[in-house]
T-cell receptor
Framework: SQQGEEDPQALSIQEGENATMNCSYK?????LQWYRQNSGRGLVHLILIRSNEREKHSGRLRVTLDTSKKSSSLLITASRAADTASYFC??????????????FGTGTRLLVSP | KAGVTQTPRYLIKTRGQQVTLSCSPISGHRSVSWYQQTPGQGLQFLFEYFSETQRNKGNFPGRFSGRQFSNSRSEMNVSTLELGDSALYLC??????????????FGPGTRLTVT
């Protein structure tokens, strides 16, 4: 079962607008990661934020993390048609084996129209 | 470095058959994980291998199994296929980054259709 719930499930915007996606999770985490997936293909890693960080930037991406609310948000600024994809948050918790299993959210389908 | 490769990319099998999927991790990565993605259940963790040993396993029936070879390449096997096994199977190789963080890199996936 999935840990994270993402909101909204789908988002349709115009090029140049900003897109904000939210992710909520249930358990304590080591870090939270955001991935992009184009049309049922592989996952592309976008950004990682550690549990002791509150905000991270990478190009047009801005991620926030609020561990007290167990939530994160991904903001894509000045969106482009090429940003059309599904976006997933994934929480990572460290097991006693040292491995970090990723637990994915339900995803947000973003459509950016020219 | 070359990315994670998965073969085959597409596969159509019949109920009751078995299937083997292959994953080659990024050179130097010793951990390989497998995930199943379906429209109904989303992305779910199957298992993880490190140095030829299964370290972690998700909540899947015993029909799902895997192994890892000494060169870190991994295979997963699904026996007695069911219609519900139709999914995109994703492989990820990971390496330790720092302070307890592992970076996972995903392959393009194998699209399995069971008829």
């Amino acid at each position: 079962s999935q840990q994270g719930e993402e909101d909204p499930q789908a988002l349709s915007i115009q090029e140049g607008e900003n897109a904000t996606m939210n992710c909520s999770y249930k358990t304590s985490i080591n870090n939270l990661q955001w991935y992009r997936q184009n049309s049922g293909r592989g996952l592309v890693h976008l950004i990682l934020i550690r549990s002791n960080e509150r905000e991270k930037h990478s190009g047009r991406l801005r991620v926030t993390l609020d561990t007290s609310k167990k939530s994160s948000s991904l903001l894509i600024t000045a969106s482009r048609a090429a940003d059309t994809a599904s976006y997933f948050c994934a929480t990572a918790s460290t097991h006693n084996t040292g491995f970090q299993k990723l637990v994915f959210g339900t995803g947000t389908r973003l459509l950016v129209s020219p | 470095k070359a990315g994670v490769t998965q073969t085959p990319r597409y596969l159509i099998k019949t109920r009751g058959q078995q299937v083997t999927l292959s994953c080659s991790p990024i050179s130097g990565h010793r951990s390989v994980s497998w995930y199943q993605q379906t429209p109904g259940q989303g992305l779910q963790f199957l298992f993880e291998y490190f140095s030829e040993t299964q370290r972690n396993k998700g909540n899947f029936p015993g029909r799902f199994s895997g192994r890892q070879f000494s060169n870190s390449r991994s295979e997963m096997n699904v026996s007695t296929l069911e219609l519900g096994d139709s999914a995109l199977y994703l492989c990820a190789s990971s390496m330790y980054r720092d302070r307890g963080v592992y970076e996972q890199y995903f392959g393009p996936g194998t699209r399995l259709t069971v008829t």
